[in-house]
């Protein structure tokens, strides 16, 4: 019965769909690579009974031992619903041996309402406590003043900025959300050297970031690309990306940035080899056409992650994410290499312009960190 079963796995093997293949206990045992690409953890041990909880793996297994076909359905986030379709094999006992479960993704449609739910919720959690710490230090600095007890060098100012910035890091990752998510967002592709352009950015980004222990380590090709991509955007995407490997409690981390040209493509290759994202959050993050809400705080790879893809698929490239025990976690930004002579070029910024601007989008971004300038 096992040769039946796994023969009927070997055929789906380069099936475009997400297939499986069960035991009469409804234990995977064999799923073909777009399985395990979309949902990494149906491999797990207890795999299918995680993803679909205790009540409904129960019924899925009573109406399988009855010889019946079932449908699954489950959410795999507020956006999108993860459908599936078991299909039973009996032997001529009629007894269950074993199962085929296919699976299909299906974009959950949001009502105004619902958005605004989720609005209200998750930006109150975000904003609730810097808003309430500012308040708490402006109380205390108030009273200071009236009992001529104030000092500068106390650290209430610093403190109340890195407030300031943490809200604005939050407003900007969900209206960046929002506008990506309702396609309303058109590049505005210019001319640029994209080597010099990135060379400055991360050199900026590095000097910011390596007071709070975090190293970059940049490398860049020699030769120039000139191809066609929106600068602000460009900047957007590699910020997120970067700002969600960022660990605002560890002593040291240490993130490679690679950028390499691979004939019409660039690529830039950025890796945590000290961080390891769980395959369950792994599936959530990189699901087509995800954009898991409850992904959305103002840290992780979750936003940052899906902003990015929605950027790199403006300028028709992708983004693909791995993350492995040993190996850490990567994600590759691939971009296609564009030439319009025609097109006008894009003004770029030196790393010193970055740091010195008290608005720059890197102490924006790097806001968790808490190492942003005072006025």
Not at 126 to 144: K, W
Not at 255 to 262: D, E, L, N, P
Request: with cysteine.
């Amino acid at each position: 019965m096992l040769r039946v079963l796994q023969s009927i796995a070997s055929a789906y093997e380069n099936s475009a769909q997400p297939v499986a293949v069960a035991d009469a206990d409804l234990r995977v045992f064999r799923a073909n690579k777009e399985a395990l690409k979309t949902i990494p953890e149906i491999a797990t041990p207890g795999g299918l009974k995680n993803i679909l909880g205790e009540e409904e793996f129960s019924r899925v297994c009573l109406e399988l031992a009855n010889g019946k076909e079932c449908e699954l359905r489950y959410p795999s986030s507020p956006f999108q619903m993860i459908l599936g379709r078991a299909v039973p094999f009996m032997n001529e006992d009629h007894q269950l041996i074993g199962s085929m479960i296919s699976f299909q993704f299906q974009e959950k449609r949001i009502n105004n309402e619902e958005l605004c739910a989720w609005m209200t919720d998750t930006m109150s959690r975000n904003i609730r406590e810097p808003v309430s710490t500012i308040f708490s230090i402006l109380a205390l600095l108030s009273r200071q003043i009236d009992r001529g007890e104030f000092d500068p060098a106390d650290g209430s100012i610093s403190h109340i900025s890195t407030c300031c910035y943490k809200l604005l890091h939050t407003a900007t990752n969900y209206s960046q959300f929002l506008h990506l998510k309702s396609n309303s967002v058109k590049p505005s592709l210019r001319q640029m050297e994209m080597v010099a352009f990135l060379k400055e950015l991360l050199a900026a980004g590095s000097m910011i970031v390596s007071s709070a222990g975090v190293q970059l380590e940049v490398s860049l090709p020699e030769e120039r690309v000139h191809m066609l991509a929106d600068a602000e955007l460009i900047q957007t995407m590699l910020l997120n990306i970067l700002s969600g490997f960022c660990h605002p409690k560890a002593e040291h981390t240490e993130i490679s940035v690679s950028v390499f040209r691979q004939k019409d493509r660039l690529n830039l290759l950025v890796t945590d080899k000290d961080r390891v994202v769980d395959p369950r959050s792994l599936s959530e993050i990189t699901l087509p056409a995800s954009m898991a809400l409850e992904h959305l705080p103002t840290t992780g790879l979750g936003v940052e992650f899906m902003i990015a893809s929605r950027i790199a698929a403006l300028h028709n490239g992708s983004v693909m994410m791995d993350s492995k025990e040993g190996s850490g976690t990567s994600i590759l930004i691939s971009l296609p290499i564009r030439i319009d002579p025609s097109a006008p070029i894009s003004a770029s910024s030196k790393a010193a312009e970055y740091v010195t601007n008290r608005f720059s989008p890197l102490y924006v971004h790097f806001a968790d960190l808490e190492i942003q300038p005072t006025p």
